[in-house]
């Protein structure tokens, strides 16, 4: 079974290299970018493969990590 894992901050710098590295060795990979249709994100989405899902994210916004959570264990249940 495929291992699952979330990050946040993954529209550049640590959290966009280690979306990379997981992808490459096959885990799922659920991207919290804050810019999801941003530069970062789309370049991500580019270079990864369809086990990475983008998923607007805004750690400083309540509603926003609702979405996610929500989101993400959608995802998961339908798996």
């Known amino acids: ?4 894992v979330f990050i946040t901050g993954c529209d550049s710098g640590f959290g966009y290299g280690l ?22 994100a ?3 989405k580019a270079e990864s493969s369809s086990e990475v899902t983008i998923v607007p994210l805004d750690v400083t916004s309540d509603d ?3 979405a996610a959570f929500e989101t993400i264990s959608d995802s998961l249940k339908n798996r």
């Open 1 to 4: 079974q495929l291992q699952a």
């Open 19 to 40: 979306t990379r590295r997981l992808d490459k060795l096959g885990y799922r990979v659920f991207a919290g970018c804050l810019f999801p249709e941003g530069e970062g």
């Open 42 to 44: 789309s370049k991500l």
């Open 64 to 66: 926003s990590v609702v």
